[in-house]
């Protein structure tokens, strides 16, 4: 069975620019996970989406956005990018959402802002 | 915040048991106790969770006190694969449905 999956690996951006981010989540699983892992620092929740809709989203600004797709896959946005946006961008998934479901994590994909 | 609490590091040798505790005394009797692992720069990686029985998988064991205020994550023959950083996350989902709270973590040595 394939894991999650995301891309790109590695993404480099200029300041003021806009990233998108994808994630393909375990066949099957219909929620999906965002965080974010700058340098050093901990994991920290983005969004979550389930059935298409956002669920929940983290202390994060605006311009960071995203969408889940009739598939259930998903793209993570992040608009006007700043250098302290240089992190590595987990994805994650998981049967359904609930207490007792498992989320299981992608490789993620690092995103260097200049 | 995270409501777990971990030493910082730990250093295990080759082949012998690594035992990893994590404290959660403000756990509710509900609420699971999930266990993940990073490799450097890699996604967390899940191994195992439990709410109060102890638990044992192809990667560890699980092992919940009777009261839940602790657990201790057992990888019983740490080889230098297993040098990682452990997260342990109770509740799972803290105060809002959805999102995992990953504190520090112990930064696991295995060293041969």
């Known amino acids: 069975e394939a894991g999650v999956t995301q891309s790109p690996t590695h993404l480099i951006k200029t300041r003021g620019q806009q990233a998108t981010l994808r994630c393909s989540p375990i066949?099957?699983?219909?929620?999906v996970y965002w965080y974010q892992q700058a340098l050093g620092l901990g994991l920290q929740f983005l969004l979550w989406?389930?059935?298409?809709?956002?669920?929940n989203r983290g202390n994060f600004p605006p311009r960071f956005s995203g969408r889940q797709f009739p598939n259930y896959s998903s793209e993570l946005n992040v608009n006007a990018l700043e250098l302290e946006d240089s992190a590595l961008y987990l994805c994650?998934?998981?049967?359904?959402?609930?207490?007792?479901?498992?989320?299981?994590f992608g490789p993620g994909t690092r995103l260097l802002v200049l | 915040d995270a409501k777990t609490t971990q030493p910082p590091s730990m250093d295990c040798a080759e082949g012998r048991a690594a035992n990893l505790p994590c404290n959660h005394s403000?756990?509710?009797?509900?609420?699971?106790v999930y266990w993940y692992r990073q490799i450097h720069s890699q996604g967390p990686q899940y191994i195992i969770h439990?709410?109060?029985n102890n638990e044992t998988n192809e990667m560890a064991s699980l092992i919940i006190t009777e009261d839940r205020k602790s657990s201790t994550l057992i990888l019983p023959h740490a080889t230098l694969r297993d040098t990682a950083v452990y997260y342990c996350?109770?509740?799972?989902?803290?105060?809002?449905?959805?999102?995992?709270?990953f504190g520090k973590g112990t930064k696991l040595s295995v060293k041969p």
């Open positions: 989406y389930d059935e298409g809709e956002e669920r």
């Open positions: 439990g709410l109060k």
């Open positions: 996350i109770a509740p799972v989902y803290g105060g809002s449905q959805g999102n995992l709270i």
């Open positions: 403000t756990i509710s009797g509900n609420e699971y």
């Open positions: 066949s099957g699983h219909t929620s």
């Open positions: 994650a998934s998981s049967l359904v959402w609930g207490s007792t479901e498992t989320q299981y």
